[in-house]
């Protein structure tokens, strides 16, 4: 499976606390890949791991599918797509079953979406050379020109297309985009008048989970009948981000715990949160870590009812450690639980309403509004 987010998976920022911050401060979590292509469990910004020294070695001797390795030059750019930009062509592209490099989507006002690629398009090879069966770290490096480093921006890539019979190959150029993790859609008021904004994260970069809050906070304020938070796709970010996001809809309280050397840790909500507004929380099988510690946590609270599929199972809490030839391994140092005691690790997040048990065909969204209407919004 391909996860579509903004940065790599298993990717950590920051450092863990030392004691435990009575609000989210300095922490560290996953992080996914580039939002415009997909990620690997081993994918870095761009390249492979082997370009990545000292660290890849460390990571290979420790046997954890979550540890990464990363060259300075690729741990830096983790950085700046932390920021929420990234140089690339604005795709989104995942490995369907037969092993091509899919688009899933294209980027509104990016080169990709001027160029005329649509989503459904098969890739079929970067600059001439095929990508069918790569790995989808090695495309991502193709599509970003990393080995031109800085000169990357402005750069143009030649990318060779399917649609159904029709092969083309097109040039585009690559740029600086910048991602917008958080959007918000508020839908027409129902023939009642009720209404449900969506809140949709597609990723925990910074400044996310102060768009969640602010979004819960004026849905508040305009009176809203519920809220509906979609996390379906959201392979993760910055945890402090996600506990951030969680204040939004919580008047303090543990919003996750774990382990540091041995010593239980706690992460709060902060004080304040928007606690009428009945909420649901949309997620899925691309749903994972910091994602799932937010829906864990909202669910464990009683603040929100979980709609959707299983959320993948990643609990694990990672920290970089930088070695002396400047490459960056990130090792897992411990797990993630939620405020009831669960580790998510392996295991994931039940829905309360399962929609892979019930009915699969029906539409996630319209499964959250009938769960809205039973909780007393009238949606």
């Known amino acids: 499976m391909v996860f579509v987010s903004v940065l790599a998976t298993g990717a950590a920022t920051g450092s863990l606390p030392g004691e435990a911050p009575r609000a989210p401060r300095v922490l560290t979590g996953h992080v996914a890949e580039d939002p415009p292509y997909g990620h690997d469990p081993r994918a870095g910004e761009g390249g492979t791991a082997a370009s990545a020294g000292d660290a890849d070695d460390l990571v290979s001797r420790s046997g954890d599918r979550w540890s990464t390795a990363y060259s300075a030059r690729e741990y830096a750019s983790v950085q700046r797509m932390l920021a ?117 994260v597609e990723s925990f970069t910074r400044g996310s989970g102060a768009a969640v809050r602010r979004a819960a906070s004026e849905a508040a304020a305009r009176g809203s009948d519920g809220l509906i938070l979609d996390l379906r796709g959201n392979s993760g970010g910055l945890v402090v ?90 090792l897992t140092v411990g797990e993630y639980r939620t405020p009831a005691g669960r580790s998510l690790e392996g295991v994931g997040v039940t829905p309360d309403l399962d929609l892979a048990v019930t009915d699969a065909d029906r539409d996630a969204e319209e499964e959250a509004r009938t769960v809205l209407s039973g909780l007393g919004s009238g949606v």
Not at 107 to 116: K, L, Q, T, Y
Not at 258 to 270: F, I, K, M, R
């Open 84 to 200: 929420g930009k990234y140089v690339g062509v604005g795709l989104w592209i995942k490995t369907d079953r037969a092993g091509r490099m899919e688009v899933s989507q294209v980027g509104a006002d990016s080169p990709a979406a001027a160029a005329g690629i649509r989503t459904g398009d098969t890739l079929r090879a970067v600059d001439g050379t095929p990508v069918a069966g790569r790995p989808v770290t090695e495309v991502v490096a193709l599509l970003r020109g990393e080995r031109l480093g800085e000169g990357a921006r402005g750069s143009t890539v030649v990318l060779a297309l399917q649609r159904g019979e029709r092969r083309w190959t097109r040039p585009v150029r690559r740029v600086e985009l910048s991602t917008e993790p958080v959007t918000v859609r508020a839908d027409e008021p129902a023939f009642d008048g009720t209404t449900a904004p969506v809140i949709r």
């Open 241 to 330: 981000e996600a506990v951030e996001a969680a204040s939004g809809f919580l008047d303090d309280g543990v919003v996750a715990t774990y382990d540091l050397d041995g010593h239980q840790q706690a992460l709060y909500a902060e004080p304040g949160g928007n606690t009428e507004t009945p909420l649901v929380v949309l997620v899925d099988g691309g749903t994972m870590s910091a994602a799932e510690l937010l829906a864990g946590a909202l669910q464990d609270r009683g603040r929100a009812v979980v709609v959707g599929t299983r959320t993948f199972g990643k609990g694990s809490v990672q920290m970089p450690r930088a070695l002396p030839d400047g490459s960056v391994a990130e």
